[in-house]
């Protein structure tokens, strides 16, 4: 078989050669980057697969291929049934792994199978350590009031749609404390803002989070 040319192999053997690959990089997908000729985390596992240039598959690489495809099927299974959404690059990773052939044009998003199940494995870890953290919150101060606080950070990710970053801490005491951010935070900082509004946040277990805007940080 060409890797030029349209091929298709079994799912597990694709995902089994995407967990080798995984591994003998270092635990990372590599993307194609300019001026770097190297090859792709696709063009190894492509050039497995067609019988170009065979990676060294372990026992370890077959068991975490299972691993891997139970695990986002479950969590598929799950979400679907809580209603919950899921990103369209997890749906499509997903529907690959019903399939019982993948084609050869899918493994460059097969290769990021291995360090998906990773990453939704740490983000659920996270998670609950946020979810004890703040089990005990309780909202600070009054809508509209000012109030300045030593702004434990938990986590701050980056929204696309606006720009901007969303910060989630705590007081110092488990209080939580949210709010939007043009930077990344992180660490403990000195803030003061606004109560914009009280809510409960179910993601971490109902807990209460005060929001705040017209946010400040001390030097």
Known sequence: ????????????DAVTAACAVYRQLGNVVKKAELNDTSPTSKTLIMDHLSGTAPVEILPVDQAQALEVTEYIRQRMMVDTLAGRGN????LGVATLLE???TSSSDLGILAWAPKLMDDLIARDDRNQDIRSALHDSRYLGTVDSAISLEFH???CYYVKAHDHFVALGHDGAGNAVSFWSRHQVTGVREI???VRRHDRNA?????????INYVKFKK
């Open 87 to 90: 990103s369209p690059f997890f």
């Open 99 to 101: 399939k019982e052939t």
């Open 192 to 194: 003061r803002g606004r």
């Open 153 to 155: 950070t938990l986590e």
């Open 1 to 12: 078989m060409n890797r030029y040319k349209k091929f298709r192999v079994p799912t597990l």
């Open 203 to 211: 993601k971490f277990g109902n807990i209460a989070v005060t929001y």
